[in-house]
């Protein structure tokens, strides 16, 4: 029986966890790159939608997009818009989820004292609606994926009417930081 080799288990269990390992460990070297290297990372500013068209970042025909993409068509605008409204379209037509996940990160850190005063983590964060992008500027709802109360409340900005169906939510404006370029 020479031709047969005597086989150590210990080290061949040996063999396999060092590759099982080395294997790990090029795995998560892999997703953390493709992570790291993808999608949007915004820094910029939320503001409320009085706040934004007060400062010039939108206009009244911005406004009527938003209003219609928010009550879902003309509903208490019929005399502002008239029947034959078209609104400006959404450019993207949705937001990707790496861009979502990293403006709900943003509005977490723009509120953090409230947020952890109230034990909300960016983790419960969601973009509740996302309203069309204007001039650069995302309009978008956000809010706490968790929290559902059906209590309307209604605003007008320029006679505009805008209806949000959960009180404690709202239109939000988010203002990406200017990148800053050499030639400046």
Request: negative net charge.
């Amino acid at each position: 029986m020479s031709g047969f080799k005597k086989i150590n288990f210990e080290e061949e269990k040996m063999k396999k966890r060092i590759i099982g390992i080395v294997f790990a460990a090029v795995l998560v070297l892999l997703l953390g790159v493709s992570v790291a290297g993808c999608g949007y990372k915004p820094n910029g500013t939320f503001y409320s939608l009085q706040e934004a068209y007060d400062n010039g970042l939108l206009t009244r025909d911005d406004l009527l997009s938003i209003a219609y993409y928010n009550q879902n068509g003309t509903w208490g605008n019929e005399e502002v818009m008239g029947e034959s409204f078209e609104p400006q379209p959404k450019a993207p037509a949705e937001l990707d989820q790496a861009t979502e996940r990293a403006l709900c990160r943003c509005y977490w850190e723009q509120n953090k004292t409230l947020f952890e005063s109230e034990g909300i983590t960016d983790k419960q964060m969601e973009v509740r609606a996302y309203l069309g992008t204007y001039n650069g500027y995302i309009a978008l709802i956000m809010g706490r994926g968790d929290v559902y109360e059906e209590a309307f409340r209604r605003y007008t900005i320029d006679g505009i009417l805008f209806s949000i169906s959960n009180y404690n939510l709202d239109i939000e404006i988010f203002v990406p930081d200017k990148e800053e370029t050499e030639d400046e």
